[in-house]
C-alpha cells in the first residue's frame, strides 16, 4: 500500500468499556494524514462488545479487528506488530498502545517527526488518568519508574524513563533487525526494552509523547501498571500497627465472638508466657491443639485452665483445622506457640483488623532475628520464607508478594472463610491459605499487622528441607494442579535419606 507510514497495534482482553475512547483517539490523530496510518485492533479471548465499540469509534480511520495468536498481552501485541511489519516500508513506524489508554492529538505526529529526525525506539509519557488510588501510592508507584528503568538498561534517561506497552514504537527496519516482541504474558514492553538494549538501539523518551491510562487496580495483565497500583493502594489501606489498637478499643469494636487457637508441639518453654500474656476479655475461646508433645506442654495448659485437645494425626495444618473443627468462633485467630517473645500485641494486633477494618483475612508479619548459640543476627530469621516462599509468590502470584510473612502462623479470619478452603495438613498450610484466600476474598479484604519482632524456634537445616517440600507441594498444586511428591530423597556419603513430606489436605469444613 503506498503511502502508509504508521501502523498502530492495540491488544485488548475484554475492554468493551475502554477501547472506545481508545479507538477514537486514535481517529482523531492531528498532523497526519488519514491514509497515512492504520490502526490494528488484536482481540485476545473477548467474550463482550470490545470490537463492536471500537469499529463504532473509529470513524473514517482504517481499523482493523484480528484475533491474536496465542493467549496473553505479549502473543496479542506480537500478532499485531508483525501484521503493521509486513503492510509497512522498511521505514514505516510500528506503534502500539493499550486498549485503556488514550493517545494525545499529536501522539503519532511527534513520533514520525522523531522518525524523519532519525528516531529507531520512542518511548512515550504515560499519564495516569481516572484513579481511585491513594496519592501516596499513586507517587510511590511513579517513583519506580526511574528505579526500574536503572534496573533494566543501567542507564540514566533524558527526558523522562518510560517504555510501555501504553506507548512505544519501533521502525519496522529496527523490529526486523532485532527480531520482533516475544509474546510474554506479560511485561512484554520491558522484555522489548532489553532486547532494544541488547542490540544497541538507542530509545528516545520523549516528553511530547504522551498517553492517558486510566489508573484501575484491577487490569487485565497478571503483571504491569494495575498490579503494581493494586499493590500500592493496599499498602497504604490495608496495612496495620499493632500500638494501634488497645484492649479497652477493641473490647468496644467487638460484634463477634472470637476463638484462639495454639497449635503446639513440644513449646514447653514458651507456650507459659504466652498464656499468662493473652487478652482473655478479648478472647472468647482459647484451645490448644497438641500434636503429640513428649515434653510437659499438655501440662502447661492444663495447669492454667486452658483446653487443650490431640490432634488425631500429625501436622501443624491438621491442628489448625482440627483446632477449626473444635471450636465455634465467628473470628479466629492462630497463633503460633514457638514464640519467644510473645507479648499481648500479638493478640490485639491479630484482632484489631479484623475487628476495625472490611477484611476477612489478617496476616502477622515481624522482624525475625536468627540465633545461632549466643549470637543474634537481626532480620536474618526465616529461611523457607527468603529462599522459597517469596520468590514463589513474585513468580506466581505477584499480588501476595506484598505479604511480608506470607508463611507466619500469626493468621485471623472469619470462620466462613477458613471453613470454605482446604488446609493442607503439614507446613503448607500457611502459603495455601493464603493463596486461597486471595482466590476467595480478593486482595482488598486481606490485611497485614505489623506485630513487632518476633524469635522463633529454629530448626535444621535438614528439617526445613522438608518443610519447604510442603510449602512448595502446597503451592504447586494452587498453580499447576495436582502433584505428589513422594519421600525427600537426601544424599549422604555413599548413601542417602529418605523423610517423608506431610502434603495430605484436609477438606473444607463447611463441606462435611
Ligand atoms: O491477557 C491479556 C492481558 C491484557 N491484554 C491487553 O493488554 C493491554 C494492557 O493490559 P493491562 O491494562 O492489564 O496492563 P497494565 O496497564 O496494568 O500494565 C490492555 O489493552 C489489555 O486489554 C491482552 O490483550 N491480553
Ligand atoms: O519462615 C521460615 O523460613 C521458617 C524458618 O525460619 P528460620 O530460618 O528458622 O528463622 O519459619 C517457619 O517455621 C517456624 C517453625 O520452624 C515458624 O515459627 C515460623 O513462623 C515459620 O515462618
Excluded at 488514550?102 to 504515560?126: F, H, K, M, Y
Excluded at 495436582?482 to 535419606?497: K, M, S, Y
Aim: hydrophobic share 40%; proline share 5%.
Amino acid at each position: 500500500m503506498t503511502g502508509l507510514r504508521a501502523c498502530v497495534v492495540v491488544p485488548a482482553h475484554n475492554e468493551e468499556a475502554l477501547v472506545g475512547a481508545c479507538i477514537a483517539a486514535l481517529a482523531d490523530q492531528r498532523g497526519v494524514a488519514r491514509e497515512a496510518y492504520e490502526v490494528i485492533l488484536v482481540l485476545d479471548r473477548c467474550t463482550d462488545a470490545t470490537a463492536e465499540r471500537a469499529r463504532a469509534a473509529a470513524g473514517d480511520t482504517t481499523l482493523h479487528v484480528i484475533d491474536a495468536i496465542g493467549t496473553g498481552v505479549g502473543h496479542a501485541r506480537r500478532t499485531g506488530m508483525d501484521l503493521a511489519a509486513g503492510r509497512l516500508p522498511h521505514d514505516g513506524l510500528i506503534a502500539t498502545t493499550d486498549a485503556d489508554s488514550t493517545p494525545a492529538p499529536d501522539w503519532l505526529a511527534t513520533q514520525l517527526q522523531a522518525v524523519t529526525d532519525g528516531a529507531r525506539a520512542i518511548g512515550g509519557r504515560v499519564e495516569i488518568g481516572d484513579h481511585d488510588v491513594p496519592d501516596a501510592a499513586l507517587a510511590r508507584r511513579q517513583a519506580e519508574i526511574p528505579r526500574r528503568h536503572a534496573a533494566l538498561t543501567g542507564e540514566g534517561a533524558r527526558e523522562h524513563h518510560q517504555f510501555s506497552g501504553a506507548s512505544l514504537a519501533v521502525t519496522v527496519d529496527t523490529y526486523v533487525q532485532v527480531g520482533a516482541l516475544e509474546p510474554r504474558d506479560a511485561l512484554e514492553d520491558e522484555g522489548f526494552e532489553r532486547t532494544l538494549h541488547r542490540h544497541g538501539i538507542p530509545i528516545e523518551r520523549l516528553a511530547a509523547v504522551r498517553v492517558t491510562t486510566s489508573g484501575r487496580r484491577i487490569g487485565r495483565a497478571p503483571r504491569g501498571l494495575a498490579v503494581d497500583l493494586r499493590r500500592n493502594a493496599w499498602l497504604d489501606e490495608r496495612s496495620f500497627h499493632h500500638a494501634a489498637f488497645t484492649v479497652d478499643a477493641l473490647l468496644a469494636a467487638k460484634r463477634q465472638t472470637i476463638s484462639l487457637i495454639l497449635p503446639t508441639r513440644n513449646v514447653e518453654g514458651t507456650l507459659g508466657r504466652i498464656l499468662d500474656t493473652i487478652p482473655r476479655a478479648l478472647v472468647d475461646e482459647l484451645l490448644v491443639v497438641d500434636g503429640h508433645s513428649t515434653d510437659g506442654t499438655i501440662d502447661i495448659a492444663t495447669e492454667r485452665g486452658v483446653r487443650a485437645v490431640t490432634q488425631p494425626a500429625t501436622g501443624k495444618g491438621d491442628a489448625m483445622w482440627h483446632g477449626l473443627a473444635h471450636t465455634t468462633g465467628e473470628l479466629v485467630v492462630y497463633l503460633d506457640a514457638d514464640t519467644e517473645d510473645f507479648t499481648e500485641a500479638f493478640v490485639l494486633g491479630m484482632l484489631g483488623p479484623l475487628l476495625t477494618a472490611p477484611v476477612d483475612f489478617v496476616k502477622g508479619h515481624f522482624r525475625r532475628p536468627f540465633k545461632h548459640g549466643d549470637a543474634t543476627r537481626p532480620d536474618e530469621g526465616g529461611r523457607v520464607t527468603e529462599l522459597l516462599a517469596r520468590p514463589y509468590l513474585n513468580l506466581h502470584f505477584p499480588p501476595l508478594a506484598v505479604f511480608r510473612q506470607p508463611l507466619a502462623g500469626e493468621i485471623g479470619a472469619t470462620r466462613a472463610l477458613l471453613e470454605s478452603i482446604p488446609f493442607p495438613m503439614g507446613y503448607g498450610v500457611e502459603i495455601a491459605m493464603l493463596i486461597d484466600s486471595y482466590r476467595a476474598v480478593g486482595l482488598e479484604r486481606m490485611a497485614q499487622v505489623d506485630l513487632g519482632t518476633r524469635q522463633n524456634r529454629h530448626q535444621s537445616l535438614a528439617d526445613l528441607s522438608k518443610m519447604a517440600l510442603e510449602v512448595l507441594t502446597a503451592a504447586e498444586r494452587r498453580t499447576h494442579g495436582d502433584v505428589t511428591p513422594g519421600a525427600l530423597l537426601v544424599p549422604a556419603a555413599g548413601d542417602f535419606t529418605l523423610k517423608t513430606p506431610v502434603t495430605e489436605e484436609r477438606p473444607p469444613l463447611n463441606g462435611r
